[in-house]
C-alpha cells in the first residue's frame, strides 16, 4: 500500500474539458481532454498564451473549481472538495488586509486549532526565516510587495502542505526582486521537495525553476509540449540564464510556444491577466 | 536629502490650512448667531417666531442649572443606545443570513424593499398603541429606522468579499465558521461601521420623533410642550441640544472606527 502510494503522482489531470457558456448563449470551450501527471517533489511549471486556461488548470488542481468532465487525483485519491494537501501561492495580494503579518502567517495554524503560543512562535520562526523578523507587528499595506510576497509564501509553508500551487506568484514584482524571490524560492523548495505547479507566461523563469516545463496551448487549450529541464541544482535564476544548456532548451521550447503566442498573444509582464 | 525641506514645507502649510479652516469656522459661527441676533434685537425678525441667540442659550444654561434637562435627555439617550444595540445586532444577524442563505435572500428580497420604502414615521402611531406611551414604542421606532441601514450595508459588505483573500482561506481550510469569522465579518466591517453613522442619528430621531407625538419624558416631549406654548426659545434649545448629543456621538464612533480600520490604507 505505502509503494502505491509513493508511486501515484502528486496531481494527476485525467481529461480534463472546461466549457463556459458565454452570455450569447453560444458554448465556450476553454480546454479540452486535458491529461497531465506529476511526479511527487518535482517541480513542474506551466506555461502558455494569455487565455489558454493555465490558472483553470491551477484551479482545478486546487479543488477550488471542477471541470465538468474529467476528474484530478491527489496522491491517487480523486479531488472532491478543496485540496488538503495543497497550499496557493496567488498573483494578488491574498494576505487578509485586516491582520498582522504575523497573524497572517500564522493563519493556516488557528485554522487547524494549533494553541496559539505554539503557532505564534511557528510563525515567528517562519518570518525569521523569509527575512522578516521585526515586522510581525505591521499589516499588509504597510510593507513592499516583495515583503509580501515573502509573507505569503511563510503562510503557504507554515502548514506544511505537500503541495504548492502557484499562479505568477512574481508577476507584480520588478525584476530584481523578482530574481530574489526566485532565488529564494528555490532554497525553500530545495529543502523540503514539496511537489509545485508553476504557473507564468515567463518561459525563462519556468526553465531556470523547473524540473519539467509544460507548454499549453490556447482555444481550446491543449498541452502542446513538455520538456524535462536538466540543468544542475543548486540554480542561481540569474546565473542559469547563461548556461549554454539553458538557452538551447530556451530555443527549442520557444519554437513551440511562438505558434502559440503568434496567434493569440501572451500576458504583458505584471499585468493583471490570469490567463483564465 | 533634497526631499527633506519639501517635505517640511508640505507640512507645515497643511499646519497652517487647518489653523485657518478652523479660524473661519468659528468666524462664521459667531458671524451668523451675531446677525441672529442683531436682527431679532432690531426688529427685522419677530422674536416671537425666531428667538435669539441669547435667549436660547440662556434657556439651555437654565435647564442644565435647575437639572430639569438631564432626566429628559437620559430618557432619549436611553431610548436611542437601546435602539441602536438592537437595530446593530438584528441588522447583522439578518445581514449575514441573507448573504450566506441564496433561497432567504430571494424569498425576502421584495418584502425588506417595501418595509424600507415604508416611511417609518407612520409606523410611530401604531407602535404606540402596541408598545404603549413609555421607552419601548420609541425604542421600536428607532430599530425600525436602524435595522435597514445597517442590514443593507452587512449584506453588501459580505457580497463584496475580495475572492482571492476568500480562496486563500479556503485552501488554508478554513472552515465555513472560521471564513465567517476572520474573512467575512472583518471585510464588512467597513460597511458595517459607515451604517453606524448614519444608524446613530436614525436611532435618536426615532425615539425623539417617538416621544414628539406621545410620551412623558425626553427631548421631544420638551420640544412638543414648548411648541404647546408657542415657546420657540424652548424648541430652539431643544433642537440644539440634540445636535450636541449626536454630534458628540458621532465622533466617539469615528475614534473607534478610526482604531479599528487602522489596518486600512490611508486614503
Known sequence: ?276 | MAREPDLAVVMTRRRANRGLVLALQIGFFVASMGAWELLSRAGWLDPFFFSMPSAIFARMGEWMWSGYIWGHLATTLIEAMAAFAIGIVAGVIAGVALARIELLAAVFDPYIRVMNALPRVILAPILIIWFGLGMASKIALGVSLVFFIVFFNTFQGLREVDPIVLNNARMLQASDRQLMRHVYLPSAAAWIFSSLHTSIGFALVGAVVGEYIGSARGIGYVVAQAQGTFDTTGVFAGLILTSIVVLGIDLAIERLERYLLRWRPEA
Open chain 1, 1 to 276: 500500500m505505502a509503494r502505491a502510494e509513493a508511486e501515484a503522482p502528486a496531481i494527476a489531470f485525467e481529461a480534463i474539458t472546461v466549457r463556459f457558456a458565454t452570455p450569447s448563449g453560444a458554448v465556450h470551450t476553454v480546454m479540452s481532454d486535458i491529461s497531465l501527471a506529476i511526479a511527487p517533489g518535482t517541480f513542474v511549471a506551466i506555461v502558455g498564451p494569455s487565455g489558454c486556461g493555465k490558472s483553470t488548470l491551477l484551479n482545478a488542481a486546487a479543488g477550488l473549481l471542477f471541470p465538468p468532465a474529467g476528474r484530478v487525483t491527489v496522491f491517487g485519491e480523486p479531488l472532491t472538495g478543496i485540496n488538503p494537501h495543497a497550499t496557493y501561492l496567488f498573483q494578488a495580494d491574498a494576505l487578509l488586509p485586516w491582520r498582522t503579518v504575523l497573524d497572517n502567517v500564522k493563519l493556516g495554524l488557528v485554522f487547524r486549532k494549533v494553541p496559539d503560543a505554539e503557532a505564534s512562535s511557528e510563525a515567528r520562526a517562519w518570518l525569521r526565516r523569509v527575512g522578516l523578523a521585526g515586522f510581525e507587528d505591521r499589516f499588509p499595506h504597510q510593507l513592499s510587495g516583495g515583503m509580501r510576497k515573502r509573507a505569503a509564501i511563510a503562510q503557504a509553508w507554515i502548514v506544511g502542505p505537500r503541495i504548492l500551487l502557484m499562479d505568477e506568484p512574481f508577476a507584480s514584482l520588478d525584476v530584481q526582486t523578482r530574481q530574489i524571490m526566485e532565488n529564494e524560492l528555490l532554497g525553500l523548495w530545495q529543502e523540503s521537495k514539496k511537489t509545485v505547479l508553476f504557473i507564468t507566461h515567463d518561459l525563462e523563469e519556468a526553465i531556470a525553476l523547473a524540473d519539467r516545463v509544460v507548454v499549453l496551448s490556447s482555444g481550446p487549450a491543449h498541452i502542446k509540449g513538455a520538456y524535462d529541464i536538466d540543468l544542475p541544482r543548486p540554480r542561481d535564476v540569474a546565473e542559469i540564464r547563461l548556461n549554454p544548456e539553458f538557452m538551447a532548451l530556451y530555443r527549442r521550447i520557444w519554437g513551440d510556444l511562438r505558434e502559440e503566442v503568434m496567434k493569440h498573444g501572451i500576458d504583458g509582464a505584471g499585468g493583471p491577466g490570469h490567463g483564465a
